[in-house]
Every structure is written in C-alpha cells, then in structure tokens.
C-alpha cells in the first residue's frame, strides 16, 4: 500500500489564484512529520514546508500553508496568489519518527503544477 | 551558507565503468541521505548516514552499489560495473537529526547517464 498519494498528476491555475494540491498519507505511528518539496525543471529539489504530527497549527510559510487534516489523514498544500515561477512539480513526503528506519522520507509520486498568465 | 554541495553535476559514462559521485552535506548536519530519482520509480532512499555511520542500507539496489563516509564532510555513492538501468538522477540530501523539524535539505543532484 502506498504511504504517501497524490491523486492530482497535474493541475492548472490561473496566475494570482490560489491552488490546493492534495496529499494523503498512511501511517499506524503516532509521530510522524510530514513534507512539501517543490522541484522546478532544473531538478533541484527545494523544501517548502514542514508539519509536525502534534503541531495544533497549521504550518505556514509565505504564501504556502499546509492544510493539516489528522484524522482525515490530508496533508493539503495551499498556495496562495499563485506566479509563473510556481510552475513545478510537488511533492508529499512522510517522516516516521519510530521504527527502524526513523528517518526514512516516503515520497509520493508528485503533481505536475501549470501556472497559466 | 552554502547549501548540499554535489559533484559531478553531470556525468556520461559507458556500461561496465566506475561511477563515483560525491557529497558534501551542509556543515553542522549529522545526517546524510543519497536518493535516486528516475520516471519509473520516483524518489527512492538508497543510503542513510547518522553521524558518518551506515544505519539503513535496504534501499541500495545491488552489491554493484556502495556508499561511504569517511568523515562529516564527504561521502561517495560508487556504482562498479555500472549499467545502462542505473541511469538516474541521484540526490544527496543532509540534516540534523535532533527531533522536531529534521528537514532534509538536497542537493543539485547527479545526473548519470550509463550507454
């Protein structure tokens, strides 16, 4: 079973709307942290954003917010007045805390976002 | 600062030749990771370090893959015979593992080509 899903393969948004790319995690573990990376054609892969699975806040950072939903299992990432250089691919990814490969990211296969002028 | 420095950036290289790509995780990290990146796949841990040791090295695909860091400060992912399927993107990624937020930072990443 996937741990991490990402149901959008790709999503289109108008320049300075907002956009929400879904995520969806599977963990039996209490403390988790959960992670939005953002991958640019060049290939880098650059952190966005961190949630914690005890933080009571949703996380935020600039225009991105993560839509923190524990008993749903949905970690949404919110981008708010989107700009062309928001063109991207997305990825989800879990950290479990115990067990033994503590450290382990689990990626989910990403979404293709489009910002159209 | 600088961030996860990676070497080559791009590397072209003929099935059946050693393959040697090189890390320098962020200073102060006591973790670091190699990924590999490819359409079929997706992102996949290879290799992990915590304080230069190996702790989890399920995801190394064979025993033609190796990985070692000598010091906080290096680390080398060796491919010896590479193949044509091990044409990837391949990340290193450091962090600091102290609880909370060990977010980890990547890399530029390798592009290795195998023909």
């Known amino acids: 079973a996937q741990k991490i899903t990402q149901t959008q393969p790709g999503m289109f948004v108008q320049e300075k709307e907002a956009v929400t790319l879904d995520c969806t995690y599977d963990?039996?573990?209490?403390?988790?942290?959960l992670f939005w990376y953002k991958q640019p054609s060049s290939g880098e892969m650059i952190f966005l954003i961190y949630?914690?699975?005890?933080?009571?806040q949703n996380a935020t950072e600039g225009r991105y917010s993560l839509n923190f939903q524990k008993a749903r299992k949905s970690a949404n990432l919110v981008i708010s007045a989107s700009q062309l250089g928001d063109s991207a691919m997305y990825f989800c990814?879990?950290?479990?805390?115990?067990?033994?490969?503590?450290?382990?990211?689990?990626f989910g296969k990403g979404t293709l976002l489009t910002v159209n002028p | 600062d600088a961030g996860v420095i990676q070497s080559p950036r791009h590397e072209v290289t003929e099935m059946g030749q050693e393959v040697t790509l090189r890390c320098k995780p962020i200073?102060?990290?006591?973790?670091l990771f190699w990924y590999r990146q490819t359409m079929m796949r997706g992102l996949e841990l290879l290799i992990y370090?915590?304080?230069?040791?190996?702790?989890?090295d399920s995801g190394m695909p064979e025993d033609r893959f190796s990985a070692k860091m000598p010091n906080a400060s290096f680390s080398t992912l060796k491919i010896q015979p590479s193949e044509p399927r091990d044409s990837a993107v391949y990340f290193c990624?450091?962090?600091?593992?102290?609880?909370?937020?060990?977010?980890?930072?990547f890399g530029p990443g390798t592009r290795l080509t195998v023909l």
């Open positions: 990624a450091s962090s600091f593992l102290a609880g909370g937020s060990d977010t980890q930072y």
């Open positions: 200073s102060g990290h006591n973790s």
């Open positions: 990814a879990m950290r479990e805390v115990s067990g033994g490969s503590n450290y382990k990211l689990t």
């Open positions: 949630q914690g699975s005890y933080d009571q």
């Open positions: 370090f915590n304080n230069n040791v190996p702790i989890d």
């Open positions: 963990t039996s573990d209490p403390s988790y942290g």
